[in-house]
Nanobody
Framework: QVQLVESGGGSVQAGGSLKLSCKASGVAFSTNCIAWFRQSPEKGRELVASIRSSSGTLPYYENSVRGRFTISQDNGENTLSLQMNSLEPEDTAIYYC?????????????????WGQGTQVTVSS
């Protein structure tokens, strides 16, 4: 049984930082595509960042977070992290960890097989 459990959300002021973590069981992060999505009423669920270290390709970042967010994984601990710096009110959303089996990472949430329960990030101005 696959389980993804996020932690690290919270409330911060604009310009602050948060680090999200996702602990996985039942699925190997080292050989699958893993990603962070976020969901807000304005934008729906969108891909924030994705990584598949075994492919040797660079991580993907959504344009608005590139340079501010960093996705990383610890294969030994089977965890995924998202370091979020210079947070903006527009980053307010529920953040989800997701994983899919396969060679490639994709943009659409429907293409991911496993999801965490989500963690709330609120950025105030």
């Amino acid at each position: 049984q696959v389980q993804l459990v996020e932690s690290g959300g919270g409330s911060v002021q604009a310009g602050g930082s948060l680090k999200l973590s996702c602990k996985a069981s039942g699925v190997a992060f080292s050989t699958n595509c893993i990603a962070w999505f976020r969901q807000s009423p304005e934008k729906g669920r969108e891909l924030v960042a994705s990584i598949r270290s075994s492919s040797g390709t660079l991580p993907y970042y959504e344009n608005s977070v590139r340079g501010r967010f960093t996705i990383s994984q610890d294969n030994g601990e089977n965890t995924l992290s998202l370091q979020m710096n210079s947070l903006e009110p527009e980053d307010t959303a529920i953040y989800y960890c997701a994983a899919r089996s396969g060679i490639y990472c994709y943009l659409l949430p429907t293409q991911y097989d496993y999801w965490g329960q989500g963690t709330q990030v609120t950025v105030s101005s």
